[in-house]
């Protein structure tokens, strides 16, 4: 019987292992690449005309989910960018915050965007749902809270404990 299990009550104590330096940095790239691939489908959905297919006047239905999917992508890409940067080392309680705050604005920009869908907006349903200055504020709103929530996730300098201990 192995001493230290016994005296820790049977459990043994996790091995540091670390992963190698290249699997975090193509963590990152692939947070970066989904990032990007979640930018040019929120430009398709808030700015079709940039790729040829703008067919309305107002942004209906079809492009402001379509935006929405695009900036939860790139809630997803951010994510896995931020958190490749901390590697092994967990979460500080600012970050644990930043994500939650990234989620939040996320949840605040859907239901903005689709506040005429809900029933909430100024272009209730029986009508045709556009895209309003109420809406774009609210968007706007809850994409503040995202990036406060990702400044938030970035990892700060690291310091030495003390060497008197």
Known sequence: MNTASSASGGINPPLNRTRPHSYWRNR???????TLVGFLLFLLGARPSLFGLDRSPVIGFVQIAVFLVGLAIICMGGYL????LWKDVPLS?????????VATGYVIAVFAGMADIFGMGSHPLPGIPYFGEWQARGVELGMAFMAVGFLMMLPGRRREPPSDL
């Open 28 to 34: 990152a790239r692939v947070g970066l690449a989904t």
């Open 81 to 84: 960018s931020l958190r490749s």
């Open 93 to 101: 309680i600012a970050a644990d915050v930043g994500q939650r705050l």
